[in-house]
């Protein structure tokens, strides 16, 4: 399974970004499909996470109302569109899939993990 994000850059305090990731390999019947952050020095974080074919989504308190996860199932995407984008939403962004019934935040749940992409708001 690879999982490829891209996406980020840098942009300036109340601007946007679309993260995507990609993923190929080995498919799978029903999965969850997550976006991590980790900032130097800070753990990681989850940040929104959606099951792939179901309509739950889950964001994390610092990114609600403002970051929106989406997928397209046919193109084994999904995407994280962030807006109004603060400084402490500066970090390394990572894509992961979870294969088991589970969906959610909590990173241990992930199998697979993309390299990540790196977001910088100044």
């Known amino acids: 399974v690879q999982l490829v994000e891209s996406g980020g850059g840098s942009v300036q305090t109340g601007g946007s970004l679309r993260l995507s990731c990609a993923i190929s390999?080995?498919?799978?019947?029903?999965?969850?499909m997550a976006w991590f952050r980790q900032a130097p020095g800070k753990e990681r974080e989850g940040v929104a996470a959606?099951?792939?074919?179901?309509?739950?989504?889950y964001y994390a308190d610092s990114v609600r109302g403002r970051f929106t996860a989406s997928q397209d199932f046919v193109e084994n995407t999904i995407y994280l569109q962030m807006s109004n984008l603060k400084p402490e939403d500066s970090a390394m962004y990572y894509c992961?899939?979870?294969?088991?019934?589970?969906?959610?935040?909590?990173?241990?749940?992930?199998?697979?993990w993309g390299r990540g992409t790196q977001v910088t708001v100044s």
């Open positions: 959606i099951m792939i074919l179901g309509a739950t989504t």
């Open positions: 992961a899939v979870a294969t088991g019934v589970v969906c959610g935040l909590e990173s241990h749940w992930y199998d697979y």
């Open positions: 390999g080995q498919t799978f019947s029903r999965y969850c």
